[in-house]
């Protein structure tokens, strides 16, 4: 089975650009879920979605929003980029409800803001 | 207070010894326990998932949970170079199944394995 696939996998950004990362989850998985990673923050939560809702919501401002489209794949916007936003991406796909609550990550998509 | 907070490292442990590593958490309401290990410019691979109290053994990586301390630990048994690697502890928040989408992370302990 394939794993979870987030393209690109780098991005060279500008301050003040918008982006947009992508997230294919496991084949049968219904919740993506996404987090930033820094060195100085770690891990950190954004969102999730499943059957196309948001369902949870980390504490991020609102320049980061995302959606879920039919087939489970979402997508994750930054507007308005700022040099802190240079990280590390990750999606992670799940079952969802009773299926199951372990997470797999992606590869990842490196944004740098310059 | 963090909500999820691993034993500072770096840990290094001879080759074929046992790790150990320990994780707390605040939210008592937890439910789903997370260990995760992520090798330097890769991204988190899920090793081990626990949700009852006691052990969880799979090959050589034992969790220990006790929700009653609030305590998640990960033993590496036969730790070899190739676990050399950061570990990180993961918590769903709180109970029910709308959570279970979102973990909250521990630092992470760096462990090497020297030979």
């Known amino acids: 089975k394939a794993g979870v696939t987030q393209t690109p996998r780098y991005l060279i950004k500008t301050r003040g650009q918008q982006v947009t990362l992508s997230c294919s989850p496991i084949?049968?998985?219904?919740?993506v879920s996404w987090y930033q990673q820094t060195p100085g923050q770690g891990l950190q939560f954004l969102f999730e979605?499943?059957?196309?809702?948001?369902?949870n919501k980390g504490n991020f401002p609102g320049r980061f929003s995302g959606r879920q489209f039919s087939n489970s794949r979402s997508e994750m916007n930054v507007s308005t980029l700022e040099l802190g936003d240079s990280a590390l991406y990750l999606c992670a796909s799940s079952r969802g409800g009773e299926g199951g609550p372990e997470q797999y990550f992606g590869p990842g998509t490196r944004l740098t803001v310059t | 207070q963090k909500e999820v907070e691993q034993n500072s490292g770096p840990l290094s442990v001879p080759e074929g010894a046992i790790a150990s590593l320990n994780c707390t958490y605040s939210d008592r309401g937890s439910q789903s326990f997370f260990w995760y290990r992520q090798y330097s410019g890769k991204s988190p691979e899920l090793i081990m998932s626990i949700y009852s109290n006691g052990d969880k053994e799979d090959g050589r990586f034992t969790a220990q949970l006790n929700k009653a301390s609030q305590y998640v630990s990960l033993l590496i048994r036969d730790s070899q170079p190739s676990d050399s690697a950061t570990y990180l502890c993961a918590v769903t928040p709180n109970a029910g199944g709308t959570s279970y989408g979102k973990l909250t992370f521990g630092q992470g302990t760096i462990l090497t394995v020297h030979p």
């Open positions: 084949s049968g998985h219904r919740s």
């Open positions: 979605y499943f059957s196309e809702t948001q369902r």
